[in-house]
């Protein structure tokens, strides 16, 4: 068994490694899954096999030891020499090999049940949610919001509720389903979506903005003009640069781009069955549905909702809109 452990560990570091290192694409709900299923085989090996044995051994020591007490007892001795109780200890301590499977089992599962069924962690990398979300903001995801999905596969078993207009949500990237991206729901199934000239219209309603104080980037070190927008029932601000035109350049020919209109004026879009137009609040600094399409349903991952940390700024930590 120690050989046999050493190997399936061998497996997940490697693949950890070169996943690391890019060498492969790697797919932590797989990986995650899979862990769950080693460590509870070797858990259920452990309580129905090995321990047992272990207290079988320590018990038949104890017996021994009292056997052997008796005879000499029998034999006027009554000073008997040697001590069981280290030996007892060694006999019902887990080996390496089960106290890193078995023993990590209630750790990893929690994990994997946390993660898959409630809320899971993300990281944003890049600045295209700006300003609602900074480069470095750790948030929370809702998964059960609109539906629990069983993991690994994110095929629906519950129904939950629909995306509505204005929420922040994660989903698999349709281009390449092993990225996770983060944006806002702009449209969903139905809508005509139209942003022209930098304004954003939905079924021929032009979506109300505010203007509000410019907002300095700290990357850039640039000041970029910020609006509010009402959304659905979602009030949120986002930003715009004025250096940048208000087409389109090089959008992709996704899934149901017949159904969109690009001109030097921008897109409009009529949003398919069962799919959502998805939107970055740094309207001019963001690859979303108007360059690679729609998202289709089976894509969801969950409703952001929350920033449990940025590092860099604590100030960060709340719920957002």
Known sequence: MQALTAAVLGAF?????????????GNFALL????????????????????????????????????RRADL????????????????????????????????FPVIITVFLLRSFLFE??????GSMIPTLLVG??????????????PVLNTKITEGNKPQRGDV???RYPPKPSLDYIKRVVGVPGDTVAYLNKRLTINGVVQATTVVPEFFDEDSMRYFKQYEEVLGDVKHRLLNDADRPAYVPGADKFPGYEGCHYTVE????????????????????SMDSRYWGFVPERNIVGKAIFVW??????????FFN
């Not at 090996?45 to 018990?59: G, M, T, W």
């Not at 903001?137 to 069983?150: A, E, H, Q, S």
């Not at 921008?266 to 600094?285: A, I, L, Q, W």
Request: aromatic residues 16%; glycine residues 8%.
């Open 32 to 67: 995650l899954f899979l862990a769950s299923l080693v460590t509870g085989i070797y858990w259920l090996a452990e309580q129905f096999y090995f321990l047992p044995q272990r207290k079988s051994a320590v018990a038949a020591l104890e017996a021994n030891d009292t056997q």
């Open 137 to 150: 903001d750790l948030i929370l995801v809702n998964k059960f919001t609109y539906g629990l999905r069983l």
């Open 309 to 318: 940390m940025n590092f860099g700024n604590i100030k960060r930590i709340g």
């Open 13 to 25: 570091v490697v693949y950890a490694g070169s996943w690391y290192l890019g060498f492969v694409e």
């Open 169 to 171: 949500m994660v989903f």
């Open 73 to 104: 007892a029998k034999m006027g001795i009554a000073q008997v020499d040697g001590d069981i109780a280290e030996a007892k200890v060694k006999l019902y301590m887990q080996p390496w090999w089960l106290d890193w499977t078995a023993g990590l």
């Open 266 to 285: 921008g897109v409009t879009c009529k949003v398919p069955e069962g799919h959502y137009f998805m939107m970055g609040d740094n309207r001019d600094n």
């Open 121 to 126: 962690p993300f990281k944003i990398p890049s």
